[in-house]
């Protein structure tokens, strides 16, 4: 791959020049001579690069990408300035951005594609991700892509592969991983402007570049496009599939059957229902929690402020192991300190990820621990995860149905009566596998939780925009002041939901 020179012009009059060419143009005058400088020094890396090898990951990502756009042979480039494998913050070695110029005969506009390179494994010999295995995926089997509308002939500009890069480094941090169809809980305009609307993300297959299999392994392109929180709601309430088959048949969303994302849209797609009636798909979230015992003739029984809750022993020594072993779900042998892959400043903390089959998973990596039951359960979780309580016993116990918060090792579940293989059960309805607490949730607390319950859902929303065309009640506006605490003395459970950084 190429990393000086200048390729063809698009059909906009942009010049594809080099990544370091494009970088420089950025900065500002102020910084000339710094960047002059540096920009001799990268020429210097870039000329010692190209007399070594291609790596053969590296290698068969360019040939794919290639194949599409064979006019351009030298796109547009940012690269890492640190790289991750020599201690950087960022997994993405390299992220191209090119023209295309979509099918107007077919409603798909114009647009800039970007294409990630480092979730996969690039060079086979460890250095990031595990000894590959041709037979299973190289890395964590994907790259990443974004495509956004062309407004005008500018250069394309580098937020998308901010996002890709924040994305990427969520996956590395937490080793979950995105799945086509998945939703993502952004809460921030993508392109900083304050009056979007589309300010949250889902995942789809690339609908041009598919899967492939590189000398180390399987890769599926995974699309992010951006959508609204209305269309996020309903993608929660049921299937992200469809939320995205309504957006591309809508032309008022501009995107087209490639899903091209367009910020600057104000209304959601057509057909787009959040119906609170009907069951959830959503089984689980990813969400910052902590859970342990309670005693409720020793604390508060009304709303107020709470510390979060001492873990028991065994729920303690549960998380340090695991630590010591490292995250297994992580394709990755990197074992020093993982703090300097913060995912806070990009409000990627609670990160939604699908689990379809949670008590498989959990009974799977738990099984060999005892069970322990409780008198009480205090449980702390932020806001998003709270947000999404509402969901949980509307759309999830009230129909038969489980739902979970995880964070690693760690897991709150809330299961309706007469769930298979439950620990929790009427007789002791609060218990705990390892550090998997199951909570029991009979019809009378689901009543009594959906009321107290409601009003969290507004704790993720970041605009107006009703949830169904016909919607014309009013919302309760009066802000939620965290932190906050419901009980439920009876059935001695506790939960508070605080910010982020009160989180431990």
Request: charged share 20%; with cysteine; glycine share 8%.
């Amino acid at each position: 791959m190429s990393t000086t020179g200048a390729g063809p012009s698009s059909p906009s009059g942009v010049v594809r020049n080099s990544a370091l060419a494009f970088v420089d143009s950025q900065q500002s005058q102020a910084a000339s001579a710094q960047d002059e400088c540096m920009q001799d020094t990268s020429r210097e890396q870039m000329g010692q690069a190209d007399r070594m090898p291609m790596p053969a990951g590296l290698k068969a990502l360019c040939e794919v990408y290639s194949r599409l756009y064979p006019d351009q042979p030298n796109p547009l480039q940012v690269t890492t300035r640190l790289k991750y494998w020599l201690g950087g913050h960022d997994p993405l070695d390299y992220i191209s951005m090119y023209w295309n110029p979509g099918k107007p005969e077919e409603n798909i506009p114009p647009h800039w594609h970007y294409v990630s390179f480092g979730i996969s494994d690039l060079h086979g010999d460890g250095r990031v991700h595990l000894p590959p295995s041709r037979a299973g995926p190289s890395g964590l089997g994907m790259e990443l892509t974004f495509r956004l509308h062309a407004e005008d002939a500018a250069a394309p500009p580098l937020w998308p592969a901010a996002l890709l890069q924040a994305l990427a480094r969520y996956m590395f941090t937490t080793g979950n991983k995105f799945c086509a169809g998945d939703h993502i809980s952004w809460h921030a305009p993508l392109d900083a402007r304050a009056t979007s609307r589309v300010r949250h993300l889902l995942v789809c297959a690339d609908p041009q570049l598919g899967e492939t299999r590189t000398p180390h392994g399987a890769v599926a392109f995974l699309q992010i496009v951006g959508c609204t929180g209305r269309e996020l709601r309903a993608a929660q309430r049921g299937s992200g599939f469809d939320v995205l088959k309504l957006i591309s048949e809508d032309p008022r969303c501009g995107a087209g059957s490639w899903l091209v994302t367009r910020v600057n849209r104000r209304v959601s797609a057509r057909g787009v229902r959040v119906s609170r009636h009907v069951p959830a798909q959503l089984a689980g979230v990813s969400a910052r929690l902590q859970w342990g015992a309670w005693a409720p003739d020793d604390a508060e029984t009304t709303e107020a402020e709470a510390s979060p809750p001492e873990l028991p022993a065994c729920v303690e020594q549960q998380i340090k192991d695991t630590l010591q072993r490292g995250l297994s779900t992580m394709s990755s042998d990197r074992t020093g300190p993982e703090g300097h892959m913060s995912t806070d400043s990009f409000e990627m903390s609670s990160i939604e990820r699908a689990l379809p089959h949670v008590p498989e998973l959990m009974q799977s990596s738990l099984r060999e621990d005892s069970v322990e039951y409780f008198d009480g359960v205090h449980i702390v979780m932020n806001a998003e995860g709270a947000s999404l309580l509402p969901l949980a016993i509307d759309g999830r116990v009230t129909h038969g149905r489980h739902f979970t918060w995880r964070e690693g090792s760690r897991a709150v579940t809330l299961v309706p009566p007469n769930v298979a293989g439950a620990v929790a059960v009427p007789a002791r309805p609060l218990a705990a596998r390892g550090a998997w607490l199951q909570v029991l949730i009979p019809k009378e607390l689901a009543q009594d939780m959906s009321a107290k319950v409601s009003k969290l859902s507004h704790l993720a929303e970041t605009d107006s925009e009703s949830d169904s065309d016909e919607e014309t009640s009013k919302r309760d506006n009066e802000p939620i002041v965290l932190p906050l605490t419901l009980t439920w003395p009876k059935y001695r459970i506790k939960v508070t939901v605080v910010k982020d950084h009160e989180m431990l």
